[in-house]
């Protein structure tokens, strides 16, 4: 079965500082991956997604992820942070089992940034 | 476009209690979903649906149920509610029900279980 761990609950950064969240999957098939970045009091919105035609995918706001086959990761990054990229960030694989989109999520990475 | 809408915002149940978790989408997607979120544990899956009339169990479906009797309508009921079963819970539906189609979630219910 597929599942996903987040290295990391909280990252705190300055504001203008790399952001780094790290992320790594196990799947038995090529996967499907996501980002997704939750405000307070708000659901999830995708912020990008992985599917096979690229290895580096940009998204919103700034965000790039790569795939890493080798190393069974698709780390989040962002060059440099702004305070309002505060947020809850949630990696997760596709669970194609059943041939159905159920989506495994990681425990998620709350994101600090501080002036 | 309103998307998925969720309704209520916030339910407070005694235990043993009964509710309805309500979720509506307007995209015309195939696929909806029900996933609980709780500290430290992300998101898990309770229930999710391919279409009208089909349903299926995700990883923790005990003490929820389902329906899909239209493609917009997707609600979650609680038959007796437990104090473990406080939560936030989303609802989240996406165009296909095939490996790469993104989610689009609703903004949550927050339930309290006394």
């Known amino acids: 079965a597929q599942s996903v761990t987040q290295l990391g609950s909280h990252v705190s950064v300055s504001e203008g500082a790399l952001v780094l969240l790290r992320c790594n999957y196990s799947s038995s098939v090529p996967p499907y991956l996501f980002w997704y970045v939750q405000y307070p009091n708000q659901g999830l919105q995708l912020l990008l997604k992985y599917t096979s035609a690229a290895t580096l995918v940009k998204g919103i706001n700034g965000f790039e992820a790569e795939f890493k086959k080798s190393e069974t990761s698709f780390h989040l990054t962002k060059p440099s942070a702004h305070m309002s990229d505060a947020a809850e960030y949630f990696c997760a694989v596709s669970d194609q089992s059943g041939g159905y989109n159920k989506l495994i999520f990681g425990a998620g990475t709350r994101l600090a940034v501080h002036p | 476009n309103a998307g998925v809408t969720q309704t209520p915002k916030f339910q407070v149940l005694k235990t043993g209690q009964s509710m309805t978790l309500q979720c509506a989408q307007d995209?015309?997607?195939?696929?909806m979903s029900w996933y609980r979120q709780d500290p430290g544990m992300g998101l898990r899956l309770i229930h999710y649906s391919v279409g009208a009339g089909i349903t299926d169990q995700g990883e923790v479906p005990n003490g929820y149920n389902v329906s899909r009797s239209t493609t917009e309508d997707f609600p979650l009921r609680l038959l007796s509610a437990a104090p473990s079963q406080t939560s936030v819970y989303f609802c989240?539906?996406?165009?296909?029900?095939?490996?790469?189609?993104?989610?689009?979630f609703g903004n949550g219910t927050r339930l309290t279980v006394t």
């Open positions: 989240a539906s996406s165009y296909s029900a095939q490996g790469g189609s993104p989610l689009h």
């Open positions: 995209m015309n997607h195939e696929y």
